[in-house]
C-alpha cells in the first residue's frame, strides 16, 4: 500500500479497502474545494457536487446532458461535425486528435432538442473535457445551427457554458465567431422565443463576451469561475492581488450580471418552471423558488387594529408603520408562486427592488416591488425601501422582457423616495427615473401598479405609469413628504399634518383628482384580506386590459397621463 493510499485510508477506512483489494477500479477522487477523499459513486449520486462542502465539479457537456434533459428524450443534432488544422497550427491536428480520444466527442459542444419537466427547447451543453471548452469554428458553427433550427421549431434554447475562451489554434476564424452566434441569437430573441444560458465552472474569454451573457434569463451554479479575463491574467496586468470570491457567481449576482444562482440539484426543475413560465403555463407545485423560499417573515397575517386615521397625515404615519404588510409579504400571500431574478447588467443588484416572474390563476406576470423590509436587520438589507439607480434600471431590463414575452406587469409601490446619496447620483438616479418614465409610457404590454404604502415622488412614479394605479386605503402618494414640506415652505416641520392635508395625498383625494384610478379598502384587515382584495382588482384590471391591442393600450395610457394637469388650467 502507498503512503498516499495510507493517508487516505486514515480518514475512509472501508471504502479505501474496496480499492485495495480491487486496484484497477478507482473509487475514490480529491474533492479540490476541501481536498477530502470522496467514494465516486457517491459523488456521482450527487450529481458530481462534493457532499462534504457542496463544490459543484466540472462534467462533461454529455454528462450534464444526461442530467437536465428527460431520460430518452435527447434528439443530438450535428454530431459529426469535426474541426480541421484549416492554419495547419504548430501542434493543432495532434491537440485535436488527442481530445477527441481523450472525450470521445468530436469537438467541444454537444447540440439538440430535447425535454426538461416535459417541456421541449433547443439545447447546447459545452464541453470543458475538450480543450476546455475552447471555442473554434466547429462550436461556432453547432450553436448557431441550433438557435437558426430553434427559431424555425419555435423552440427556447437552454445553453450550458463552459469554456476558457476563443480557439487560439483556429486564429481570427474563432474570433468571428462570438459575432456569428451573438447575430443567431438576436433573429432568435426577436422571435420572441426564450433564451435561457446556465453559467458553470469556468465561462471565459470570448464566450463570457458573447452568448454566455447574451440570455434572457442567466443561470449560474455555485461558485463558477465567470469572467472576461481570467483572475491571473488580471494579477500580472495590475499587479494586485485579487480579493477572494472574485469574478464568482455570488460575485456576478451581487454586481448585477446574473439573475439566479441554483444548486445542481435544482436546475432541472428550476429550467422546466422558467420554460414552463414562457410558455404561458403555470410550474407545478412545490417550484424551488416560490416566495415563501425567499426569508422567513415576521408578522405573518396578525389582523391589525390600528386606530381609524383621522386625517391626512394620520395616514402618512400609517404607511410607515412596522405592522404594514410589506410589499414582499402581500406578494407572499397574493401569489400561487414567483421567482425572483436579479441584476441590472450594468453595476448591482437592488434589494430595495424585488422583481421576477410571479404566476396566479395560471397566468404569468412580471412582477416589481419595492421592497422596505421587515425585521431591522432586512430593512438595512433593503436599504429601507429607498431604490438606487440599479434598481429602476433592473425594472427597465425586466419590463422591456415583460414586452418581449406579451406579459402583464405588477408594480408594488412603496417607498418614500428614490435614494439620495452620492453613489446613487455619480450613477444617474434622475436618469434612471427618467429612463423609466419614457420605458413604462411606450410599455406594449398592459401595467398595472398598486401603491401599497408610501408613494414618494419620482421614485414611486418610476414604477407607476401604469395602464391603472390603484392605492390600497390606508396608503399616501405625494410629489414630497408632508415633513418636507412643511420644511421648505413654512420653515417649520411641525406643521406636516397640516402639509399633509394640504398635498392632497390620500387615496380618496388622489381618486377624486383622478390621479389614480381606484381604491382598495384595507384598514381593519389582515394581510392575507388584503393581498386577496388588491390581486382581485389587479386581475380585474388585467382581464379587461387584455382585450386592447398593444397600439389601443399605449394610446390610452398616453391619453391618460396627458389629461392630468390640463384640466386644471385656465387661460388669464
Ligand atoms: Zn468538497
Not at 41 to 62: F, I, Q, T, W, Y
Not at 353 to 381: H, M, P, Q
Request: proline share 4%.
Amino acid at each position: 500500500m502507498s503512503k498516499r493510499e495510507k493517508s487516505v485510508n486514515a480518514l475512509e477506512g472501508p471504502v479505501t479497502e474496496v480499492a485495495a483489494e480491487f486496484p484497477e477500479r478507482h473509487v475514490l477522487v480529491k474533492c479540490p474545494g476541501c481536498r477530502r477523499v470522496i467514494d465516486q459513486d457517491k459523488l456521482a449520486a450527487n450529481l458530481e457536487v462534493c457532499p462534504r462542502c457542496g463544490r459543484h465539479l466540472r462534467v462533461s457537456g454529455r454528462k450534464r446532458m444526461r442530467m437536465t434533459v428527460d431520460a430518452g428524450s435527447f434528439e443530438e443534432w450535428d454530431r459529426e461535425l469535426a474541426a480541421t488544422d484549416f492554419l495547419g497550427f504548430p501542434g493543432y491536428a495532434e491537440k485535436l486528435e488527442a481530445a477527441r480520444e481523450k472525450s470521445h466527442e468530436a469537438d467541444a459542444v454537444v447540440c439538440g432538442r430535447g425535454t426538461i419537466g416535459g417541456h421541449d427547447c433547443a439545447l447546447f451543453f459545452m464541453d470543458a473535457d475538450f480543450m476546455m471548452g475552447s471555442m473554434g469554428s466547429v462550436v461556432g458553427e453547432k450553436i448557431t445551427r441550433t438557435f437558426e433550427r430553434a427559431r424555425e421549431l419555435g423552440l427556447p434554447v437552454v445553453g450550458f457554458t463552459v469554456s476558457g475562451g476563443a480557439r487560439m489554434q483556429e486564429g481570427t476564424t474563432s474570433l468571428m465567431q462570438m459575432a456569428k452566434v451573438s447575430a443567431a441569437v438576436r433573429r432568435h430573441s426577436e422571435a420572441g422565443l426564450l433564451y435561457v444560458t446556465v453559467l458553470t465552472d469556468p465561462t471565459t474569454g470570448g464566450v463570457t463576451a458573447s452568448f454566455a451573457m447574451e440570455g434572457d434569463v442567466i443561470i449560474a451554479e455555485p461558485g463558477a469561475l465567470v469572467a472576461f479575463a481570467g483572475p491571473r491574467v488580471i494579477e500580472q496586468t495590475t499587479h494586485k492581488r485579487l480579493p477572494n470570491g472574485f469574478q464568482r457567481s455570488e460575485f456576478l449576482l451581487e454586481h448585477g450580471f446574473c439573475d439566479l444562482i441554483v444548486e445542481r440539484g435544482n436546475m432541472a426543475a428550476t429550467l422546466a418552471e422558467l420554460l414552463a413560465l414562457h410558455e404561458g403555463v403555470a410550474p407545478a407545485a412545490g417550484a424551488p423558488h416560490a416566495l415563501a423560499h425567499e426569508e422567513p417573515r415576521g408578522r405573518r397575517g396578525r389582523p391589525k387594529r390600528a386606530p381609524e386615521p383621522e386625517g391626512a397625515y394620520d395616514i402618512v404615519k400609517l404607511t410607515r408603520s412596522t405592522d404594514r404588510a410589506t410589499a414582499l409579504e402581500l406578494l407572499e400571500r397574493g401569489l400561487d408562486g414567483f421567482v425572483e431574478l436579479h441584476g441590472d447588467r450594468l453595476f448591482a443588484d437592488d434589494a430595495a427592488v424585488v422583481a421576477g416572474i410571479g404566476w396566479k390563476g395560471g397566468r404569468a406576470l412580471t412582477v416589481i416591488a419595492i421592497e422596505r423590509g421587515n425585521t431591522t436587520k432586512e430593512r438595512v438589507r433593503r436599504n429601507f425601501g429607498m431604490a438606487h439607480p440599479e434598481g429602476y434600471r433592473k425594472a427597465q431590463r425586466l419590463m422591456r422582457q415583460a414586452e418581449k414575452f406579451h406579459r402583464p406587469v405588477l408594480c408594488l409601490v412603496d417607498t418614500s423616495g428614490a435614494y439620495c446619496g452620492i453613489g446613487a447620483e455619480e450613477r444617474g438616479q434622475g436618469e434612471a427615473i427618467a429612463s423609466s418614465l419614457v420605458e413604462m409610457s411606450g410599455l406594449a404590454t398592459p401595467i398595472v401598479s398598486v401603491v401599497v404604502g408610501e408613494g414618494g415622488s419620482g421614485g414611486a412614479l418610476a414604477l407607476a405609469v401604469a395602464d391603472r394605479v390603484y392605492m390600497l386605503g390606508s396608503a399616501a402618494y405625494s410629489v414630497v413628504s408632508p415633513e418636507g414640506c412643511a420644511s421648505i415652505l413654512w420653515k417649520d416641520t411641525k406643521r406636516a399634518d397640516e402639509a399633509a392635508a394640504a398635498l392632497h395625498i390620500t387615496a380618496g383625494d388622489l381618486v377624486e383628482l383622478g390621479l389614480v384610478d381606484g381604491m382598495v379598502p384595507d384598514l381593519g384587515l389582515t394581510h392575507a384580506e388584503i393581498a386577496h382584495d388588491m390581486m382581485r382588482e389587479v386581475e380585474i384590471a388585467l382581464d379587461e386590459l387584455s382585450g386592447l391591442t398593444a397600439d389601443e393600450l399605449v394610446s390610452r395610457r398616453y391619453d391618460k397621463f396627458r389629461a392630468m394637469g390640463g384640466n386644471r388650467i385656465c387661460s388669464r
